[in-house]
């Protein structure tokens, strides 16, 4: 469904992703993991438009979406969250989710108002509805960086370490909401260091290493990977 070929992305003379070839299914979930500094949001960044490469070829669909900007291929369905949450503040939270209906998901009137509440609902949010955004705890601005890109209707969800500060509790309560989403049919791309929870929604896993694509297919045979294990050494365990 979403497609790159030979993705490269330099800034100056650093070469951040080098010769990377992406494939995922509609349905499909996968995760990505890498020490820091792979490269994992840059690439997150050049799927979702926010980012140009510097060359290679970016599909959807199976049409050409690499001269799309970020709001482009959020209303084709691609949308993402962010690493760190990026809520509307001085709105509330159902604000929010009704501009992400309207700007993002082509939802208007009562349309967008129901995929509001529907998104709020999703994400165990709707009990906070009117609350100001900037008033929310961590693990509600997650929830609620998840209503957004909900409210936007994805076929594919892009996520950014969305599990990334949080107790292993509290990520246990994204897992549960992500894979209700999986559950409607929206494929995912999940970038996440906290393995563990990661491996409970995705049914592949990509390791990147230094702008590459180091290992890509069954998690358990990913996580046993030699070059996977020696990426990781002096960066911290997986
Ligand atoms: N806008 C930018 N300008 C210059 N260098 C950047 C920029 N964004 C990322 N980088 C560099 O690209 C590399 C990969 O970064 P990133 O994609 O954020 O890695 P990851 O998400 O895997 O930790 C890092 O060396 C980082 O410093
Ligand atoms: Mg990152």
């Not at 497609?3 to 509609?26: N, P």
């Not at 084709?76 to 309207?102: D, K």
């Not at 939802?107 to 509001?116: E, N, T, V």
């Amino acid at each position: 469904m979403l497609e790159a070929r030979a993705l490269c992305k330099q800034f100056g003379s650093l070469t951040v992703i080098d010769q990377v070839d992406f494939r995922l299914g509609a349905d499909e979930a996968v995760g990505i993991v890498g020490p820091n500094g792979a490269g994992k949001t840059t690439l997150l960044n050049l799927l979702s438009g926010a980012m140009q490469p510097s060359a290679g070829q970016i599909s959807y669909r199976d049409a050409d979406i690499k001269d799309h900007d970020a709001a482009a291929r959020c209303r084709l369905g691609i949308g993402r969250s962010h690493q760190v949450p990026r809520p509307f503040i001085g709105m509330t939270v159902f604000e929010n989710v009704l501009v992400a209906a309207q700007q993002g998901g082509n939802a208007h009137g009562p349309d967008a108002y129901q995929r509001g509440v529907d998104a709020l609902q999703a994400c165990c949010m709707l009990e906070r509805a009117n609350r100001r955004a900037e008033t929310l705890g961590l693990l509600d601005r997650k929830r609620l960086e998840l209503a957004r890109a909900l409210a936007t209707k994805p076929d594919i969800l892009l996520l950014d370490e969305i599990g990334g500060g949080l107790t292993d509790g509290e990520a246990e309560e994204l897992v549960q909401i992500i894979q209700q989403l999986r559950k409607r049919g929206i494929a995912i791309v999940w970038i996440e260091h906290i393995v563990h929870i990661l491996v409970q929604v995705v049914d592949r896993l990509i390791c990147m290493d230094a702008g590459r694509i180091i290992a890509d297919g069954l998690p358990a045979v990913v996580l046993a990977d030699k070059a996977v294990m020696s990426a990781y050494l002096g960066g911290g365990a997986i």
